[in-house]
């Protein structure tokens, strides 16, 4: 069992930036995959990007690509969303979430999840 709890949203303004934090409980962080999804009002969960355990592999959806940056801090039990470019269309709840290693694909089968951090971006 791991508890998640996000930090650093906030409002900013198109092409801004931001980070966001996912501070983990337990003495077992190392070893999940870390990721994290979004959802805007009246949109379904969107997936954003994986971290693996170690940090040495990283997956990103196509609509942040080049903009978006996960990492992790395993003697931290964080792992950090770096969003630059920030957008309006990236306006959403923002939801850190980890698993233990699998072979699933990476935007799948997470069942640990935070309670979410707003993040709002201005046009």
């Known amino acids: 069992q791991v508890q998640l709890v996000e930090s650093g949203g906030g409002l900013v303004q198109a092409g801004g930036s931001l980070r966001l934090a996912c501070s983990a409980s337990?003495?077992?962080?190392?070893?999940?995959?870390m990721g994290w999804f979004r959802q805007a009002p009246g949109k379904e969960r969107e997936f954003v990007g994986a971290?693996?355990?170690?940090?040495?592999?990283?997956y990103n959806a196509d609509s942040v690509k080049g903009r978006f940056t996960i990492s992790r801090d395993n003697a931290k039990n964080t792992v950090y969303l770096q969003m630059t470019s920030l957008k309006p269309e990236d306006t959403a709840v923002y939801y850190c979430?980890?698993?233990?290693?699998?072979?699933?694909?990476?935007?799948?089968?997470?069942?640990?999840w935070g309670q979410g951090t707003q993040v709002t971006v201005s046009s």
């Open positions: 979430v980890a698993r233990y290693p699998s072979s699933a694909e990476p935007n799948r089968s997470y069942p640990f």
């Open positions: 971290i693996s355990w170690s940090g040495g592999t990283t």
């Open positions: 337990g003495r077992t962080f190392s070893s999940y995959t």
